[in-house]
């Protein structure tokens, strides 16, 4: 697709996610026990994730009718005949939500023979809707945005996540957050990877690193951080992080040092 064409679709992807937002705020209010489900002790998943994930299958499908899925709830598969490849989270912060903090968005990503050229994300209860396309820029409310202009990490602000599964790398994690800790101007944790990576490309944060992600927390986020001029990698600074499980993502000035402080403790698992 051109340029003209992905902005004529991502026009209609809001209209999607607008819909899946009022839908989510709406069952919010509904929302109780025994609509939960624990995919481990920190992984949850409530009915409102799959009801979310059912209408963005949906409606998505009705945009590029045969297009595949990749999507967190597993509501849609992937037959691989297409050149289309949409990757989704319907609730990007699960916990978050289910406890009522307000910090948890939805994410959508289209492929176009396996490149990112569509992203969006949306910070549900600050009615952020952070959007790009390939070529386009990065957009906060319709308003372009660009990552910060730090230049080390002394100066910067960055967050993280905690992993479900630390595969045994957590003493290690927790080496490495200490040290970035008292060597920034300081560490934070929303619990939704889909807003930290936004949070980068509008320059709000400086640099985002996480173990154990997928790529539905962070296929919308990498081109939103791209878009907007910062770079995204995996731990040990490669290009190919979709799948890798270990992201890397910066303004682009402090990504090298960033880097160098991650390798010793984690960047080789």
């Keep these: 697709m051109n340029q003209t064409e992905l902005k004529d679709l991502l026009d209609k992807v809001e209209d999607v996610a607008l819909k899946a937002r009022q839908l989510v705020l709406r069952e919010r209010e509904k929302l109780d026990a025994q609509q939960i489900d624990e995919k481990g002790n920190q992984n949850l998943v409530t009915k409102v994730d799959k009801m979310s994930e059912e209408l963005l299958v949906s409606e998505l499908s009705k945009l590029l009718p045969n297009s595949d899925f990749i999507a967190e709830e597993g ?7 297409s050149d289309y490849l949409w990757i989704i989270d319907p609730i990007d912060g699960t916990t978050n939500f289910v406890h009522g903090l307000p910090v948890y968005s939805i994410s959508i990503a289209l492929q176009e023979k396996g490149e990112t050229v569509i992203a969006l994300v949306y910070h549900i209860s600050n009615d952020e809707l952070f959007t790009a396309y390939k070529g386009g820029g990065t957009c906060r409310n319709h308003r372009k945005v660009n990552v ?5 990490l002394k100066n910067s602000l960055i967050a993280t996540g905690f992993p479900y599964d630390p ?8 080496e490495l957050y200490s040290e970035l800790l008292y060597s920034t101007r300081g560490l934070r944790r929303l619990g939704s990877a889909a807003i930290d990576m936004a949070y980068v490309a509008c320059g709000y944060f400086d640099a985002f690193y996480e173990m154990g992600l997928k790529p539905w927390d962070i296929a919308a986020g990498a081109l939103l951080i791209q878009e907007a001029g ?7 600074g490669d290009d190919d992080f979709l799948h890798a499980g270990r992201l890397a993502c910066s303004n682009g000035s402090v990504h090298d040092e960033l880097i160098t402080t991650i390798k010793p403790y984690i960047g080789s698992v």
């Design 167 to 174: 595969e045994g790398h957590l003493p290690k994690f927790m």
């Design 148 to 152: 910060s202009s730090a230049q080390k």
């Design 230 to 236: 910062g770079k995204v990698s995996t731990f040990t």
């Design 75 to 81: 509501t849609a598969g992937q037959s691989g005949g």
